[in-house]
């Protein structure tokens, strides 16, 4: 029997980019070979972040019209200084410092993936990184945030682009919408307790989803902050990893190594979630080392 050719139906492509540390340094010795992170290779992995969603969407995904991307930005854009030993090692003189050095990297990849997809809706929520009091605030959290300095730096670049759309919410969360699809884009860094158990990290998540649900039905969940993917959409998971990789914190705590990862999807009027992927940014070879 031969297949009958599908008809193609409409989709979005959502990619979550999260937890870049911007500036943070880590260095090769101090993590005995395992990681190395600077100015230079988040640059080089911002760019193979780009190259990674369009190769996906172009080769990896058929039977669809893609209409669009709808971009995440989940928070820790920048390292900071909210720890001393960051402010001493940063390779920015200060965060302010940082987010001019790269609103116009980030709005420059931004404006390529529009190049390829013709239109990209651009959320964007904090992380805990960059906030700019010791102890995490309530009120203000958002503008009290160098996040939001670089994402409202980076719309402003693109400020002419009609290609470009923005949400950048004065709020913790941010839905969006996808056709009928609602996902609540967060940080993470509200997520407490367990993580230790047979369940690790999916049961306190799985917890905060439905805690968060009975103020603001979703669908999914989006956030980063764990620098762990996992991505199980029917538990309404969509968990992204980070720019930077494995570093000495997480080594001192013996945390399990995780290579630098974003996330990819296909979401669908009909199916919502559909095709899911990692988008591995690491290239050991480009970056030297």
């Known amino acids: 029997m031969t297949p ?20 943070e340094v880590v260095d090769l010795d101090e993590m005995g070979g395992a990681n190395k992170y600077d100015r230079e290779i988040a640059e080089i992995r911002l760019k193979r972040f780009v190259e990674k969603v369009i190769e996906l969407s172009n080769n990896y995904i058929a039977g669809v019209n893609i209409e669009g991307l ?52 651009v959320s964007s929520v904090v992380g805990n990184h960059g906030r700019q009091t010791r102890k995490p605030r309530m009120k203000g959290r958002v503008r009290d945030n160098l996040d939001y300095l670089l994402s409202t730096m980076a719309a402003t670049h693109l400020s002419k682009d009609k ?74 998971v969509f968990a992204c990893g980070s720019l930077k990789g494995v570093d000495e914190f997480s080594r001192l705590m013996n945390f399990p190594d995780s290579e630098p990862l974003q996330a990819f999807a296909v979401v669908t009027p009909t199916r919502g979630f559909t095709f899911t992927a990692p988008i591995f940014v690491q290239d050991k070879e480009k970056e030297g080392w």
Not at 6 to 23: E, I, Q
Not at 172 to 178: G, I, Q
Not at 196 to 221: E, H, S, T
Request: hydrophobic content about 40%.
């Open 4 to 23: 009958k050719k599908p008809k193609k139906t409409a989709a979005t492509v959502v990619a979550m980019l999260s937890d870049l540390h911007l500036d």
């Open 70 to 121: 709808c971009l995440l930005l989940g928070g820790d854009l920048v390292s900071g200084d909210v720890h001393e030993e960051l402010a001493q090692t940063n390779e920015g003189v200060s965060g302010i410092d940082t987010c001019v050095y790269w609103s116009s990297i980030l709005a420059s990849c931004i404006s390529g993936l529009a190049d390829h997809f013709g239109k990209v809706h």
């Open 163 to 236: 290609r470009v759309t923005w949400n950048i919410p004065d709020t913790a969360d941010c839905l969006v919408n996808v056709y009928d699809t609602k996902i609540l884009l967060t940080h993470g860094d509200q997520i407490r307790g367990g993580g230790n158990g047979v369940g690790g990290l999916l049961a306190p998540v799985i917890r905060m989803i439905q805690k968060k649900r009975v103020n603001q039905p979703f669908d999914v969940m989006a956030f980063g902050h764990f620098h762990q993917q996992i991505i199980s959409p029917e538990q309404g």
